[in-house]
């Protein structure tokens, strides 16, 4: 199983060290810089209506050009799940749960 979480961002953070992170700068089209993170610019994209869709022209991106894994999510803004000690979720955490229950794509 393969877990993927896309975190929203028109802003440059500290990305999370778990791969299963990805920093996604949402309306990148119009953005007046670039913080090296993947764009949602390339591809079947509606990055230039991220003014009035926000985020959702991040889901739309993902949607549209990421196949990868077996579950996909999104971090909404760069605010993540955390564990009872604060800690956002690994991966092992998220596939324990997702093994737990029945989700499908």
Do not use: Q
Not at 26 to 33: L, P, R
Not at 82 to 93: A, D, I
Request: a negative charge; aromatic letters at 18%.
């Amino acid at each position: 199983m393969s877990v993927k979480l896309f975190a929203m961002t028109h802003k440059e953070f500290d990305v999370p060290k778990n791969p299963m992170y990805v920093p996604l700068h949402v309306g990148h089209a119009k953005a007046k810089e670039s913080f090296g993170y993947i764009g949602d610019d390339s591809g079947d994209n509606i990055s230039d209506l991220n003014c009035y869709y926000a985020e959702l022209s991040g889901v739309y991106w993902v949607w549209k050009n990421y196949h990868e894994a077996d579950y996909v999510g999104i971090c909404h803004y760069r605010r993540f799940l955390t564990n009872e000690e604060g800690y956002v979720f690994s991966e092992k955490e998220y596939e324990e749960i997702l093994s737990e229950y029945d989700i499908k794509r």
